[in-house]
């Protein structure tokens, strides 16, 4: 009896190279499962000392011998470790990043990442019904005071790529009082202070919140010229006589007419001559430009009320309906950018 056999038709050069771009992006979440997974195991600070096989990584953290191999595998062939023979070590982009001793620790940030896992994989709900589901209510939810803590810690690891860039671009010279609008960890106010010695700040944000920030506040050492004050900024008037106000990643969590709302609050707490300063992952006017602009955008779909990466022309046109001047936008990274305007 014959047997005919069927071969599947080769794929088209062009149609392989479409199919192989939606594999990618379909599959982009292995990345960074693989770098959550390794983080929280502490892969990375069990190589920290000295170069070790998967066995002995295995044995130290009280993993499975053959999935902890399998993982550093795949850790190395992202660059994240190297491989020389059966020995693992930390690569230079580890050292660097991934290790407690690293000069840009991102643990924490890491660790905010894989919490907002939960609100991502629930985007198909979002979009149909147009806002998140009460955290209380997806899958095996995070606690939620450790939830805070790594993000407002997360906060701190990530403003410190971008505080001193700004601090610098800024002319802190005759700045006395210094107003963070939902400043988190305080991060910016630490960098502005070391750059002007008569400089005091206040950091304005929830009471959870600045529990966190006075540890950060005393750890370095700026308890005589930076304060907290409890409060929130989308109900609370915010206190007034301020050379400088900053309002750094806090838009984008809010609908448009509340980020109009924020920004005449933030214009109205200075005095005439001071500045205004708006931190943003800010879009371009086509919306998908920078990409992770744009992905950060559908990151604000998933985990808030309403929130959005924004235009520049967005945020400028807030900052003139504030009665602001000499309006300025400057980009700090390749996704975010900072805006100055002054009050008159």
């Excluded at 963070?180 to 750059?195: H, I, L, N």
Aim: glycine share 6%.
């Amino acid at each position: 009896m014959g047997v005919t056999l069927c071969r599947r038709r080769a794929m088209p050069q062009n149609h392989k190279s479409h199919a192989e771009y939606i594999n990618e992006l379909m599959r982009g979440y292995w990345k960074a499962a693989i770098l959550f997974c390794a983080n929280d195991l502490g892969i990375f600070e069990a190589l920290a000392d000295e170069p070790k096989t998967a066995d002995q990584v295995a044995q130290r953290l009280g993993t499975d011998p053959r999935a902890t191999a399998m993982l550093m595998n795949a850790l190395a062939a992202l660059k994240l470790l190297e491989k020389n023979g059966d020995l693992f070590s930390n690569s230079e982009t580890a050292n660097q990043c991934l290790v407690p001793s690293a000069p840009y620790h991102m643990d924490n940030l890491i660790r905010h990442s894989r919490n907002c896992w939960w609100s991502w994989g629930d985007l198909s709900y979002v979009v149909r019904h147009g806002k998140p589901r009460h955290p209380a209510t997806l899958p095996t939810p995070p606690d939620e005071a450790q939830r805070t803590r790594a993000f407002i810690l997360g906060m701190h690891d990530t403003a410190s790529f971008t505080a001193d860039l700004m601090m610098d671009r800024l002319d802190l010279s005759r700045v006395r009082r210094m107003l963070d609008v939902g400043g988190g960890p305080g991060t910016y106010c630490y960098a502005a202070a070391k750059r002007n010695k008569e400089l005091h700040a206040t950091i304005f944000d929830l009471p959870t919140t600045l529990e966190i920030t006075k540890e950060l506040i005393k750890k370095y050492g700026f308890e005589d010229r930076i304060t907290t004050l409890a409060g929130d900024f989308t109900v609370d008037e915010l206190p007034k006589g301020y050379d400088l106000v900053l309002m750094s990643q806090i838009l984008h969590s809010y609908p448009p007419d509340q980020c109009e709302k924020l920004v005449k609050s933030g214009a109205d707490s200075l005095v005439s001559g001071g500045t205004l300063v708006i931190h943003e992952f800010a879009l371009e006017e086509n919306r998908i430009e920078p990409l992770e602009a744009a992905l950060f955008s559908v990151n604000m779909l998933v985990n808030t009320d309403g929130g959005a990466a924004y235009t520049k022309s967005e945020i400028l046109g807030w900052m003139q309906s504030a009665g602001l001047q000499n309006l300025t936008v400057e980009q700090i990274t390749p996704r975010s950018a900072m805006f100055t305007g002054q009050k008159p």
